[in-house]
């Protein structure tokens, strides 16, 4: 098994910053993609960002220039440091991991959410 725990969520005021991390830990052989996602009630769960192996990272327009993913593979753990938070960016965020399991299988794990919440 695969246990993701995610933290760092929380209110900020507009043009404010957050760094949400989630750690990932269990029968791990690799860890090859992790990303962040975010939802809004009502909407589709929305891509903001992906790092792989090779630390590529991609993202969605509408935070690039703004958010930074990371991930450090020692702690198995990813990080999205959010400046210059809007309104906007206010959802549940979720990070997600993809990797393969000590027996050879792959995974794909989902963190529980955590409320980022920007307003004044």
């Known amino acids: 098994q695969v246990h993701l725990v995610e933290s760092g969520g929380g209110l900020v005021q507009p043009g404010g910053s957050l760094r949400l991390s989630c750690a990932a830990s269990g029968s791990i052989f690799s860890i090859n993609v992790m990303g962040w996602y975010r939802q809004v009630p009502g909407k589709e769960r929305e891509l903001v960002a992906t790092?792989?192996?090779?630390?590529?990272?991609n993202y969605v327009d509408s935070v690039k220039g703004r958010f930074t993913i990371s991930r450090d593979n020692a702690k198995n753990t990813v990080y999205l440091q959010m400046n210059s938070l809007k309104p906007e960016d206010t959802a549940v965020y979720y990070c997600?991991?993809?990797?393969?399991?000590?027996?050879?299988?792959?995974?794909?794990?989902w963190g529980q959410g955590i409320q980022v919440t920007v307003s004044s």
């Open positions: 790092t792989t192996s090779t630390s590529s990272t």
């Open positions: 997600t991991v993809d990797g393969t399991y000590l027996r050879g299988t792959a995974f794909h794990k």
